[in-house]
């Protein structure tokens, strides 16, 4: 396990003696102080709270490890040796704090408190904050669940208008496994988009989910599909035989193949669309055709207009075009929430179905975001300082959008819509308790997770 002494920023090494004296307590608050999406779904700090912070995590060694590291990272002796051995001779080592949070899959409007933490022991107020570094990385969790649902609702609303709205779950599948920049991420972002969708080719999410959600539950899906790789080494004058072994090897189902290796066109109209054209029709499954480059709106169009005047397509009661059942289509270059909605409306513009359509997005999913996307901030807004309680804020007169709360917050539930209030005010709060002094207090399944989240 790792050293949860580490797991900080240097400075908050020396902070326990910069509070004023007498503090007995701090208390803390995560939010999302504003971003590109109004609402935030809140996913990831059970797999923290379990990987990091569950049982018994400062021990003897790792006190003199942190002793050692840190006197030579300084060049002098700023480490709270007392502190540390404190919790371990009076707690055992579990770390005396109490945690609350929004429950996982649930979507908050953004500037409303999403977790809250404080110390459960007079002598530990410095260790509030001390975990702040740590907690906050839950934002990556939230922010890919929360873009990978805007994206589901962005997909639904042209569904609903244009085609078949049961077919969500596998409109936008995770191809963003080789475009983090750890497995950790990519576990982590990968379960976060399959709180909305069932499917994925990140594969190390499915383990994680079932770890950390206490699921035997398999929570995404593939299907055989050709990279270039797989064609290309065929050797261009045998195009034609590798598209049809892929059709003889996978003679069921579903199968995916790339068919921009040359020309996507040529493709489309004389192999998929005339040599190949039988094949199709008499195989027990479904082609999905994949274009992997040049511009999308366009391409997406050519690529659908070409096979459907080829291989055939109906009309649907909502008046748009749908390709014959044998045939579809996936984008995978160029995919975010923008090219998305351009592709979409295009599609529609021109009479064509989105059911025709499934998307893969790689980077765009899971690595190009930050924690700024959703502006999130873990600030403090009380203090117990000598037996009394002080309301603690920040209100710089600079940015006016980093102004912090104050008190102690609890987020409530009036006439419809998410409100933060004092703690001390009525209403029932929606935090709910999932950490206290080691021990985790709440464990949500991912069918739990997914049943918040459902749009």
């Given at each position: 396990?790792?050293n949860?002494?580490?797991?900080?920023?240097s400075?908050k090494?020396?902070?326990?003696?910069?509070y004023p004296?007498?503090?007995?307590?701090?208390?803390?608050y995560f939010?999302?102080?504003?971003g590109e999406?109004?609402?935030?779904?809140?996913f990831?700090?059970?797999?923290?709270l379990?990987?990091?912070?569950?049982g018994?995590v400062v021990?003897?060694q790792?006190?003199d490890?942190?002793?050692a590291?840190?006197k030579a990272?300084f060049?002098?002796?700023?480490?709270?040796?007392?502190g540390?051995?404190y919790?371990?001779?009076h707690?055992?080592?579990?770390?005396?704090?109490?945690?609350?949070?929004?429950?996982?899959g649930?979507?908050i409007?953004?500037r409303?408190?999403l977790?809250?933490?404080e110390?459960?022991?007079p002598?530990?107020?410095?260790?509030?904050?001390?975990?702040?570094t740590?907690l906050v990385q839950?934002w990556?969790?939230c922010?890919v669940?929360?873009q990978?649902?805007?994206?589901?609702?962005l997909?639904?609303?042209?569904?609903e208008?244009?085609?078949?709205p049961e077919l969500i779950?596998?409109?936008?599948?995770?191809f963003?496994f080789?475009?983090?920049?750890?497995?950790?991420s990519?576990?982590?972002?990968g379960?976060?988009?399959?709180v909305n969708f069932s499917g994925?080719?990140?594969?190390?999410?499915l383990p994680?989910?079932q770890e950390?959600?206490?699921?035997?539950?398999?929570?995404?899906f593939?299907?055989?599909?050709a990279e270039?790789?797989t064609?290309?080494?065929?050797g261009k004058p045998?195009?034609r035989d590798?598209y049809?072994n892929m059709l003889?090897?996978?003679?069921?189902?579903?199968?995916a193949?790339?068919?921009d290796?040359?020309?996507?066109y040529n493709?489309?109209e004389?192999?998929w669309?005339a040599?190949?054209k039988e094949?199709?029709?008499k195989r027990?499954?479904?082609?999905?055709?994949?274009?992997d480059?040049g511009?999308?709106?366009?391409?997406?169009?050519?690529?659908i207009?070409?096979?459907?005047?080829?291989i055939?397509?109906?009309?649907?009661?909502?008046?748009?075009?749908v390709?014959?059942?044998?045939i579809?289509?996936?984008?995978g270059?160029?995919?975010?929430?923008?090219?998305?909605?351009s592709?979409l409306e295009?599609?529609?513009?021109?009479?064509?179905?989105a059911d025709n359509?499934?998307f893969g997005?790689g980077?765009?999913?899971?690595?190009?975001l930050?924690?700024?996307?959703?502006?999130?901030?873990?600030k403090c807004s009380?203090?117990v300082?000598n037996g009394?309680d002080v309301e603690?804020?920040k209100?710089?007169v600079?940015?006016?959008g980093?102004?912090?709360?104050k008190?102690?917050?609890k987020?409530?539930?009036?006439?419809?819509?998410?409100?933060?209030?004092?703690?001390d005010e009525a209403g029932?709060d929606i935090?709910e308790p999932?950490?206290?002094n080691g021990?985790?207090l709440?464990?949500?399944s991912?069918?739990?997770?997914?049943a918040?989240a459902?749009?």
């Amino acid at each position: 396990m790792e050293n949860i002494l580490f797991l900080t920023d240097s400075y908050k090494i020396s902070h326990y003696k910069q509070y004023p004296k007498g503090t007995t307590a701090i208390y803390s608050y995560f939010e999302s102080r504003g971003g590109e999406f109004e609402e935030v779904t809140f996913f990831g700090l059970q797999s923290i709270l379990k990987k990091y912070l569950v049982g018994q995590v400062v021990t003897r060694q790792k006190i003199d490890e942190a002793a050692a590291l840190y006197k030579a990272h300084f060049g002098q002796d700023l480490f709270y040796r007392e502190g540390w051995e404190y919790i371990l001779e009076h707690h055992n080592g579990h770390l005396p704090v109490r945690i609350k949070a929004v429950p996982e899959g649930m979507s908050i409007p953004y500037r409303n408190v999403l977790m809250t933490i404080e110390n459960t022991d007079p002598n530990c107020y410095w260790l509030t904050n001390f975990l702040e570094t740590l907690l906050v990385q839950v934002w990556y969790g939230c922010t890919v669940a929360t873009q990978s649902r805007y994206i589901k609702k962005l997909i639904l609303q042209y569904l609903e208008k244009t085609g078949t709205p049961e077919l969500i779950a596998f409109k936008l599948h995770d191809f963003g496994f080789r475009g983090v920049s750890s497995v950790e991420s990519a576990a982590m972002g990968g379960a976060a988009h399959l709180v909305n969708f069932s499917g994925t080719d990140t594969v190390i999410a499915l383990p994680f989910i079932q770890e950390m959600y206490n699921t035997s539950l398999m929570a995404g899906f593939s299907i055989p599909a050709a990279e270039h790789s797989t064609i290309t080494s065929w050797g261009k004058p045998h195009e034609r035989d590798a598209y049809e072994n892929m059709l003889t090897a996978y003679p069921e189902g579903l199968v995916a193949v790339v068919s921009d290796s040359y020309d996507i066109y040529n493709a489309c109209e004389n192999i998929w669309g005339a040599l190949l054209k039988e094949n199709i029709l008499k195989r027990n499954g479904t082609l999905v055709v994949r274009p992997d480059s040049g511009n999308p709106v366009e391409v997406v169009l050519k690529v659908i207009e070409i096979l459907g005047e080829k291989i055939g397509f109906t009309v649907n009661e909502k008046g748009y075009k749908v390709l014959h059942p044998n045939i579809r289509v996936i984008q995978g270059d160029g995919v975010n929430y923008a090219s998305i909605e351009s592709i979409l409306e295009n599609l529609a513009t021109n009479g064509w179905s989105a059911d025709n359509i499934a998307f893969g997005m790689g980077g765009a999913l899971l690595q190009k975001l930050d924690r700024d996307t959703q502006k999130f901030a873990f600030k403090c807004s009380n203090a117990v300082v000598n037996g009394k309680d002080v309301e603690v804020f920040k209100d710089p007169v600079t940015d006016k959008g980093k102004a912090s709360k104050k008190g102690k917050l609890k987020l409530v539930k009036e006439n419809n819509q998410y409100k933060t209030i004092s703690a001390d005010e009525a209403g029932k709060d929606i935090l709910e308790p999932v950490f206290e002094n080691g021990h985790l207090l709440k464990q949500y399944s991912f069918e739990m997770v997914r049943a918040f989240a459902e749009i």
